[in-house]
């Protein structure tokens, strides 16, 4: 897996493909699959239904009538930074007039709702079987709340229709973004031609079979035995899932398809199986956690989770949360007193018996908000702006780690007039001797930064069995790109116990020859989990199958074929195009790669990773006109982040350069290296462009603004030197090279400059 399709797998929830099917809208699956119909689970187990019936599984999604509608639709208007709507309802139909796909305003009819509280969403139903999410939402909290009026989950902001963000775009579309937790077996069908869908599920809110998987065995069981009769297993009962020998991280397992951020397999759930045999649990990236392992974006729970010693202990999600009502068992300190007292439960002999909830532990005053045991090993973070959701890797507060790792810390979380250095001083006048070991999230952070020593690090990071999984997963996605030096501990890591490291650790091997990648990853085809499979298929891609020992051949086809066939099922997102063309790319189909780049921005064009790998086929093809046509229509679009424009901006001057149009590639290159002030290789290369051009004065400006931001930049200096050189500045072109000696001592061009400064 190359690392630009990395970096954008987490952004989409993936389902499974059936192949070519005709749009419609979504509904009841015509198949059974095993499915019982959801009421029959009433009849016997009423007590679990009488909990269910109310929940967050149960409001996931319903249709729009007033028992599920909860917002103000009697002619309410909303009206802010150019966004405009109005609700309304005709019966017990809903409406809203909002601005459309085409920017005239229409009447649009709401199809579902989505979710209950803290807010809740509406759905709308499109042709192509679609159904969109509005980006104005209901806050559903008590007025005195601030609740119970609609707002923007965008506030402020205005998207234009053809935005990929505007509510009718591809990223508030429901069947790719949001379908699959919100419904039980829920199928996406998606036709990757006709780019549509024909979406099903068997149970249209999150029921009962979500959880215990398809019940009609469990159903003819049951109605060839009495009540109350006695079984070994839910297994033997006819349900999939057994949570009893499942056990703790098996029941945490079942829980992540929907509540973790990860990359589904396009297989859908898989109740009772391995998690990684149904996703494919994303890693303590930067746009998802902080380095130290806190929540940043929305990861929901399972990645932060699998980080605390409550998980390694064997703490499930149901010894807090019922699992019907989905409520806390217990309220307030309460619930962390069921273990974590003078008594703590046989299970957990580890547990120091202590009294935790005192002011000799928490050193605040009773019933403080400091007082409250989540509020320092817990801190929330708000999402969708009025849903707080709570870091679940119940950590110890280390405020100083703050500087080491550039990470929030609980104490100053309440305590915003002060310093982490403040806070970190005051627990020290707490502990004699404060808890502070060493913390991963120190080389985490080093190699966010490209810190040279950060391979060493990561190294011991992946070496100690001791820490999480998603830890060690996390060091050996970061060591996959440092290359060569990093393959012998990946190599060690293909062995690793847990299947999240081995999956993470397979893609530093895709650059190896053909037949050292097969001898390395041939026997990963065969691993317990699909996740890992998919792994080796991905960077085994473009390997001609005579390389392979006979006998596998016809494996390792199916295995390419099957995989191709789920990236196709999954291509409703810009980045899951990426990952299709990636994978043709590999397989030698270039042309074929270049047509879903091309789809790619079409969903959208502010989808930077596409338009480089276009740009580069286009390139590689020897199509410099659409390259070049490429680059200058993502220029156009101005409000897309700076880096990103400025990246393009570069690439845009370096082909007009290359095709003899320097000056205009020179005005390109100016905005780039405006827009990306570290990236010194922009000044390197306008320096020496503008040497060429015989403008030594602006060059000389160019190559000082890049050496203010790196005064040892090797290259940098060497251009410098020529600079004087070229315009008979000897003695200038001495003193630099004077620096560029004290700064890379060992470089190859220092002794053709001495020989050539010598003898001028």
Not at 179 to 189: E, G, R, T, W, Y
Not at 489 to 496: F, G, I, M
Not at 664 to 680: D, K
Request: proline content about 7%.
């Amino acid at each position: 897996m190359s690392k630009i399709a990395s970096l954008f797998f987490t952004l989409f929830l993936v389902l499974c493909w059936r192949g070519s099917v005709a749009a419609e809208a979504p509904g009841l699956a015509k198949e059974p699959a095993g499915y019982a119909a959801a009421a029959t689970c009433l009849g016997c187990h009423q007590a679990q239904a009488a909990q269910w019936q109310g929940s967050d599984h149960d409001w996931a999604m319903r249709e729009a009538n007033p028992d599920s509608v909860l917002g103000n639709f009697d002619g309410a208007r909303f009206d802010e930074a150019g966004v405009s709507a109005r609700f309304f309802r005709q019966g017990e139909r809903y409406f809203v007039n909002t601005e459309g796909a085409d920017g005239k305003p229409t009447d649009f009819e709401v199809s579902y709702t989505f979710g209950h509280y803290p807010l809740q969403q509406y759905l709308v139903a499109f042709p192509g079987g679609r159904l969109q999410a509005l980006t104005l939402a209901w806050d559903s909290r008590a007025k005195g709340q601030g609740g119970q009026r609609w707002f923007s989950l965008y506030p402020g902001q205005r998207f234009a229709p053809n935005d990929p963000l505007h509510w009718t775009g591809r990223y508030q579309n429901w069947n790719a973004m949001c379908a699959d937790c919100h419904s039980s077996n829920l199928q996406k069908h998606y036709d990757d031609q006709q780019d549509s869908f024909a979406t099903t599920w068997h149970e249209q809110n999150v029921g009962c079979q979500a959880c215990h998987g398809p019940g009609q065995a469990h159903v003819q069981w049951a109605g060839k035995h009495p009540a109350g009769t006695a079984y070994a297993s839910a297994l033997d009962a006819g349900l999939p899932v057994d949570f009893k020998a499942a056990g703790s991280q098996g029941l945490v397992e079942q829980c992540a398809f929907c509540h973790s951020r990860r990359q589904s397999l396009g297989v859908g759930q898989q109740p009772g199986k391995s998690q990684f045999d149904a996703t494919l649990p994303a890693t303590l990236r930067a746009d998802l956690y902080h380095a130290d392992g806190q929540i940043d974006g929305e990861v929901y729970v399972y990645g932060s989770f699998t980080q605390s010693k409550m998980y390694a202990a064997g703490v499930s999600c149901t010894d807090c949360h019922n699992p019907h009502t989905l409520k806390l068992k217990v309220e307030g300190n309460g619930l962390c007193q069921q273990c974590h007292n003078t008594q703590p439960p046989e299970r957990f002999p580890s547990l120091q018996a202590k009294a935790y909830d005192t002011p000799e532990h928490h050193h605040h005053a009773a019933g403080s908000p400091g007082a409250q045991c989540v509020n320092c090993h817990m801190p929330a973070k708000t999402y969708m702006q009025v849903d707080p959701r709570r870091d679940h890797s119940f950590r110890l507060p280390r405020p100083d780690l703050a500087a080491k790792t550039a990470s929030p810390d609980a104490c100053t979380a309440c305590h915003q007039d002060q310093s982490p250095a403040w806070a970190a001083k005051a627990i020290e006048s707490w502990f004699a001797q404060p808890q502070r070991p060493p913390h991963y999230g120190e080389p985490l952070q080093a190699a966010r930064l490209g810190q040279s020593d950060s391979l060493g690090q990561l190294r011991a990071v992946i070496a100690d069995l001791g820490k999480p999984a998603i830890v060690r997963a996390s060091a050996a996605e970061q060591l996959v790109d440092l290359g060569q030096p990093a393959l012998p501990t990946l190599r060690q890591a293909l062995e690793d116990a847990s299947p999240m490291v081995r999956a993470y650790a397979i893609p530093g091997f895709a650059v190896l020859p053909p037949l050292e990648r097969v001898n390395t990853l041939m026997p990963l085809l065969n691993d317990p989990t699909l996740a890992v499979r998919d792994e080796a298929v991905r960077a085994l891609a473009g390997i001609p199958l005579m390389a392979l020992p006979a006998e596998r051949r016809d494996l390792f086809k199916a295995q390419r074929a099957d995989y191709e066939q789920r990236l196709r099922g999954n291509a409703d997102l810009p980045g899951n195009r990426l990952n299709l063309s990636v994978w043709l790319e590999r397989e030698g189909r270039e042309l074929e790669a270049m047509a879903q780049l091309r789809q790619a921005l079409r969903m959208d064009p502010y989808f930077a990773p596409a338009r480089v790998n276009l740009v580069t086929l286009a390139n590689r093809t020897l199509r410099q006109n659409e390259a070049e046509q490429v680059l200058r229509d993502g220029v156009a679009l101005t409000d897309m982040p700076a880096s990103d424009h400025g990246n393009l901006a570069y690439m845009l001057a370096l082909l007009l350069v290359e095709r003899g149009q320097a000056e205009e590639g020179l005005q390109f290159m100016a905005q780039a290296a405006a827009q990306l002030p570290q990236n010194t290789r922009i000044r390197y290369n306008q320096g020496l462009l503008l040497v060429q051009l015989q403008r030594p004065a602006q060059a000389l400006v160019a190559l000082q603004a890049g050496l203010a931001q790196a005064p040892g930049d090797a290259d940098l200096l060497y251009a410098l030197i020529y600079l004087y050189a070229s315009t008979g500045q000897r003695a200038q072109a001495l003193e630099a090279l004077g620096k560029l000696q004290q700064a890379a001592p060992e470089d190859p061009r220092l002794p053709r400059l001495k020989q050539q400064l010598a003898g001028a």
